[in-house]
């Protein structure tokens, strides 16, 4: 039977990526881009392990794992939270909030792979030790008897307390050397009066050229704009222009970089 694996993450990119990875008939992927519908499909499907965006619009990750751990019939489902690079992370937060673990964006197909499988591991032991509690009576051993012996009359208090140990002397106080002011300071006071900014020399402008007709021509891109316009660009759009316009491309690219990373290049 294949490890059913639910994945919530609003990029095409990890979509894609978690698509091509996960593409074998042991594994058997759901992708939605958004955490309310994370939660609804995971009541819905109950899946082994769920891929979570710990960034995403509306319901974040942290939230989907919350609901997730309220639902009782997902609550023991192990949870991976995938941050970004350059998005701000908090582990003690995950933690709270029932992420088992997480990984960072960009990860390499063999990292997300090991992850996965230790998490179907630890779900099918979570889901066996109800199991065996439920069918295993544990008998207290019995606890012995200890004879008490009275205490003697003369001698009451001294059966309960301690004799008293006479307090140890205080050690001699320590000689404190005066600190020395200091003195030295890498900063230079500056005088306001008399400071001022350097002027910049004056750009001298290209004397005017007469009026010469120029033939009218097509505009066009160079290579140095175009990246800067690509630069400029949100990485939705980028991501946006790349999948539907040359998906078949982008797809033999990332397939190829797989290869790569598994063949150790």
């Not at 937060?93 to 990860?107: E, H, I, R, T, V």
């Not at 790349?242 to 797809?251: H, I, R």
């Amino acid at each position: 039977m294949s490890i059913k694996i639910l994945l919530a993450d609003d990029s095409i990119t990890i979509q894609k990526v978690v698509g091509i990875i996960f593409g074998g008939e042991e594994y058997s992927l759901t992708v939605v881009d958004n955490g309310t519908a994370a939660v609804e499909k995971a009541r819905e499907l109950i899946p082994d392990v769920l891929l979570i965006d710990a960034l995403m619009p509306g319901m974040s990750g942290y939230e989907v794992c919350e609901a997730v751990r309220s639902s009782p019939s997902i609550s023991a489902k192990p949870i991976l939270l995938l941050t970004g690079s350059f998005e701000p992370f908090d582990e003690a937060k995950a933690k709270s909030c029932g992420a088992d673990d997480f990984l960072a964006k960009p990860f390499e197909s063999q990292q997300i792979l090991n992850k996965v499988k230790e998490l179907v591991e630890l779900g099918s032991s979570r889901t066996a030790a109800p199991a065996t509690a439920e069918h295993t009576t544990v008998t207290p051993p019995p606890i012995p008897e200890v004879a008490k012996e009275p205490a003697a009359v003369a001698d009451i208090w001294g059966s309960f307390t301690a004799p008293e140990e006479p307090a140890p002397a205080a050690p001699p106080a320590a000689e404190v050397s005066p600190v020395e002011p200091n003195t030295g300071s890498q900063w230079i006071p500056v005088d306001e009066d008399t400071f001022a900014f350097e002027e910049e020399p004056a750009v001298q402008q290209p004397a005017p050229v007469a009026n010469v007709p120029v033939a009218a021509t097509p505009a066009t891109l160079t290579e140095e704009q175009l990246r800067e316009a690509l630069a400029a660009a949100s990485k939705d759009v980028i991501e946006r222009i790349v999948w539907e316009v040359v998906p078949d491309l982008a797809e033999v690219l990332i397939k190829e970089a797989i290869r790569k990373i598994k063949e150790g290049k």
